[in-house]
């Protein structure tokens, strides 16, 4: 990433053209325009924002009357917190009027009160370097709690007292963990501390909002320094609580390292793809329960199971989407699939593919990524059994197009050949010959009808 541009006192953004027309738009109504928020640190970091969010002085009714006849399209659902949303040239623009207090949860209070000025906006926004604005349409460049400098120095820190910040809204901790991944940038010390402090408050936001950052640090360039912040401070007990319980465990395999600096590298080590990193994430969460010492040793007999199980109850009660949930789990539960490989016949590699399914490619890469020893033999070993692996897989695809791996008959062909009606028995026979098929690689319609009536005959079937 290249450090941020400094504008100097006076200086003016280049910015989107579609935000100098609103801008000019707003100023013909006689109310102020500022492009807000993570757009403004992006386009100084160079990055891009997909959606942009503005603040005005004009309110609500007033900001809709301004976008009529312009805008696209206009969303209105959030009106009540003082943002009307529009669609402009395929943009999501958010306009929101200037925010004195936002209190995302406690709804007995207000949800928001106004401001009069855009200083005081930014004053109530999370960080410094989310804490800057462009006047429009002139593009002056407002930064009056430091940004610019925050983030040259890759500082992260709050506008005003990190206290105060942290308790209008206890989100704000966790995005700084999120910030930590995704832009690289330190943590203050009063912030840190102000976290360590007050982590309990995360107890009062949604899973939803929680979930939201998780998955946004996740798939961030730095996951596992922002896991160690998450940790370090006491935050991770909140919504997390398996991670920190990791610290003690010392892994046999990597004795170098405990299993959480192991949990932080294998995160690390995987693509930023959130079902992967997830699964990185909670990998040897079953460690801790099933701890067992032996004469041979130190032995968590089957925590992939018992991680899988904590993974989903996990993920659950987080609100993960269901199909995320099972495909976390299941590469958690196949994690150590791969151990144990020197000689696989076929009928292991294709019985491998076929329980990963869709998850190969995430799989093995887990894998890959579970290596972490320092021993620079053994690591090479292992990836050297890995590509025998995946080439072992590649050329049975190519040779039997793995992916589509049926039974060589279906139900209406076994029900036509032996004359019977849909029942379980159709099932039966067509597991079996799907095992034949894992067994064997390719079988025929001749040879399948073959096999087929003798496990009739064996059945009694016939
Ligand atoms: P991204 O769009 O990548 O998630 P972002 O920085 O734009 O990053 P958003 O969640 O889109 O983050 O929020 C837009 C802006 O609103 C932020 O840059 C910040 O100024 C402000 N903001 C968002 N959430 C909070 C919060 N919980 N507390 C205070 N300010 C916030
Ligand atoms: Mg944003």
Known sequence: MSGPTRPDRGARLEVPPVASELGERFRLAGHQLYLVGGVVRDLLLGRDHGD?????????????????????????????????????????????????????????????????????????????????????????????????RDLAAKR?????????????????MLRAARFVSQLEVTPAPRVL??????????????????SEELSKLLVGSRPGRALEVVVSTGLAEEFLPELPALRLEQDPIHKHKDVLHHTYAVVERCEPDLVLRLAALFHDVGKPATRRITPEGV???????VGARMARERLQALRYPAAVVDDVCRLVEMHLRFHGYT???????????????????????????????????????????????????????????LEAMRPPLDGNEVM???????????????????????ER???????????LDAWASERGIR
């Open 416 to 438: 036509a050949h032996l004359g019977i009606q849909p029942g379980p028995v159709v099932g039966e026979a067509l597991q079996h010959l799907m095992e034949l098929r894992l």
């Open 52 to 148: 942009l969010d503005f603040a005005t002085d004009a309110s609500p009714t007033e900001t809709t009357r301004v976008l009529r006849g312009w805008a696209d399209r206009l969303y209105l659902v959030g009106v009540r917190f003082g943002t009307v949303g529009a669609r402009k040239d395929g943009r999501v623009l958010e306009i929101t009027t200037f925010r004195e207090e936002v209190y995302p949860e406690q709804t007995r209070k207000p949800a928001v009160t106004f401001a009069k000025d855009v200083e005081t906006d930014l004053s109530r926004r999370d960080f410094t370097i989310n804490a800057m604005a462009v006047r429009l349409p002139e593009g002056e460049f407002v930064d009056p709690f430091g940004g610019v």
């Open 441 to 451: 690689g390719p079988i025929d319609k001749d040879e399948a009808y073959r096999l």
């Open 156 to 172: 992260l820190d709050t506008p005003l007292d990190p206290e105060l910040a942290f308790s209008d809204d206890p989100l704000r």
């Open 343 to 401: 000689e696989w016949t076929d009928s292991a590699v294709r019985r491998y593919v076929r329980e990963a399914g869709p998850l190969l490619d995430r799989l093995n890469q887990l894998t890959r990524a579970d290596c972490t020893t320092r021993n620079p033999f053994k690591a090479k070993q292992l990836a050297a059994l890995q590509d025998d692996l995946e080439e072992r897989i590649a050329r049975l695809a190519e040779q039997e197009n």
């Open 193 to 210: 501390e102000a976290i360590r402090r007050m982590h309990g408050r995360l107890a009062i936001v949604s899973a939803e909002r929680i």
């Open 299 to 305: 032995q968590f007999h089957h925590h992939e199971v």
